[in-house]
Nanobody, 123 residues
Framework: QVQLVESGGGLVQTGDSLRLSCAAS????????MGWFRQAPGKEREFVAAISSGGSTTYVDSGKGRFTISRDNPKNTMYLQMTSLKQEDTAVYYCAVGLYGGYSYYSSAYNYWGQGTQVTVSS
């Protein structure tokens, strides 16, 4: 049974940093893309970052220069390093595994999802 478990969320202040982790179990995903999405209260789930099986990365515009996505295939784990956090980064963050090796900005291209971890950025 495939399981994705996010961790690392919490309550921080504006300008702080957090590193989210996504640990996968049940199978390996070396040949699949992985991604992070987030959902703020009252808003649609939105793309945050993704990494292809080959290590190429892409980010939401608001995260460029502040977020870094990475993966550790031997550990079957993905990370999202977030710096200079802003109040608008407040959301539940979800990790996901893609259907393909190439990354996608669309949630429909991901078929395994974690339960989410809350990130709250206060002023």
């Amino acid at each position: 049974q495939v399981q994705l478990v996010e961790s690392g969320g919490g309550l921080v202040q504006t300008g702080d940093s957090l590193r989210l982790s996504c640990a996968a179990s049940g199978r390996t995903f070396n040949n699949k893309s992985m991604g992070w999405f987030r959902q703020a209260p009252g808003k649609e789930r939105e793309f945050v970052a993704a990494i292809s099986s080959g290590g190429s990365t892409t980010y939401v515009d608001s995260g460029k220069g502040r977020f870094t996505i990475s993966r550790d295939n031997p550990k079957n784990t993905m990370y999202l390093q977030m710096t200079s956090l802003k109040q608008e980064d407040t959301a539940v963050y979800y990790c996901a595994v893609g259907l393909y090796g190439g990354y996608s900005y669309y949630s429909s291209a991901y078929n395994y999802w974690g339960q989410g971890t809350q990130v709250t950025v206060s002023s």
